[in-house]
T-cell receptor, first 114, second 111 residues
Framework: GAGVSQSPRYKVAKRGQDVALRCDPI?????LFWYQQALGQGPEFLTY????????KSGLPSDRFFAERPEGSVSTLKIQRTQQEDSAVYLC????????????FGDGTRLSIL | DAKTTQPPSMDCAEGRAANLPCNHS???????VYWYRQIHSQGPQYIIH???NNETNEMASLIITEDRKSSTLILPHATLRDTAVYYC????????????FGQGTTLQVKP
């Protein structure tokens, strides 16, 4: 079946611009996660949704980062007034609600801030 | 969630078994061991997970020691396409929990 889909695959923006990154989770997956992966590092958690509720946003690095999932399926990660340090791969993952179920990842959006 | 320790890199000959170790000495009773791998320019790919018993699927086998303080991921017949960074992650059973990735093991499969 279809996996987690992220778009765009690549995004280049000038410093100061706003960007929006989209995630389409696997159908029926209640849980949705965003991660940020810097070059040469492992992914780091940003935020978590259960259906439309954002239950954990402890990993968001600043108030310029905002995520939403208004209907409990598609999610958007928005970064306002981008800075060079925001350059990274942004990964989305989804999972079923049952105990122990693994998270399944998309291939990410590679964001480059010039 | 418990911390894991993995060797930074390993080599394996094509066609041979790749055995990737992971130490998780502080694991608690309700925490699972998950294995993911990441091939260049792709997202992490789920491989396998287990709680206490050994597990096997079409990709790999997971051997967990009786005291649960360490585990080994086994790729029975490594191919060049198995070259990747392999992450061992310990996490509680709740579906709300974030994954905490370490540095992983870079596995290089050589012809």
């Amino acid at each position: 079946g279809a996996g987690v889909s992220q778009s765009p695959r690549y995004k280049v923006a000038k410093r100061g611009q706003d960007v929006a990154l989209r995630c389409d989770p696997i159908s029926g997956h209640v849980s949705l996660f965003w991660y940020q992966q810097a070059l040469g590092q492992g992914p780091e958690f940003l935020t978590y949704f259960q259906n439309e509720a954002q239950l954990d946003k402890s990993g968001l690095p600043s108030d310029r980062f905002f995520a939403e999932r208004p209907e409990g399926s598609v999610s958007t990660l928005k970064i306002q007034r981008t800075q060079q340090e925001d350059s990274a791969v942004y990964l989305c993952a989804s999972s079923l609600a049952r105990q122990g179920q693994p998270q399944h990842f998309g291939d990410g959006t590679r964001l480059s801030i010039l | 969630d418990a911390k894991t320790t993995q060797p930074p890199s390993m080599d394996c000959a094509e066609g041979r078994a790749a055995n990737l170790p992971c130490n998780h000495s502080t694991i608690s009773g309700n925490e699972y061991v998950y294995w993911y791998r990441q091939i260049h320019s792709q997202g992490p790919q789920y491989i396998i997970h287990g709680l206490k018993n050994n597990e096997t699927n079409e990709m790999a086998s997971l051997i967990i020691t009786e005291d649960r303080k360490s585990s080994t991921l086994i790729l029975p017949h490594a191919t060049l396409r198995d070259t990747a960074v392999y992450y061992c992650i310990v996490k509680g059973s709740s579906n709300t929990g974030k994954l905490i990735f370490g540095q992983g093991t870079t596995l290089q499969v050589k012809p």
